[in-house]
């Protein structure tokens, strides 16, 4: 299993990116694809997340409206469109997969993609 992640940069509040998630193959394997995101001193949090086969999302309530995760089986990908950012959205996005092996779950990551939001 192996995700990259690109899309991120510097922009100003209010601004809009696209992350990207490629995965090594969507295989009936990938229960779920998400986003974590990191700021400078904090714990990682959960962003969001859509599970790969029935395309079930979830937000966490501070990105609700905000954002919006997809999926693109062709192109094994998922995107975070993130709109009207804020300066509290700064972070490291990790892309995040659950992949079934056997009767349990494992977690797999990306290497990050930096999100820096100016006001």
């Known amino acids: 299993v192996q995700l990259v992640e690109s899309g991120g940069g510097l922009v100003q509040s209010g601004a809009s990116l696209r992350l990207s998630c490629v995965a090594s193959?969507?295989?009936?394997?990938?229960?779920?694809i998400g986003w974590f995101r990191q700021a400078p001193g904090k714990g990682r949090e959960g962003v969001s997340c859509i599970t790969v086969q029935e395309g079930v999302t979830r937000y966490a309530d501070s990105v609700k409206g905000r954002f919006t995760i997809s999926r693109d089986h062709a192109k094994n990908t998922v995107y975070l469109q993130m709109n009207t950012l804020k300066s509290e959205d700064t972070a490291v996005y990790y892309c995040n997969a659950k992949v079934s092996i056997g009767v349990r779950l494992d977690d797999y990551w990306g290497r990050g993609t930096q999100v820096t939001v100016s006001s």
């Open positions: 193959g969507f295989t009936s394997d990938y229960y779920a």
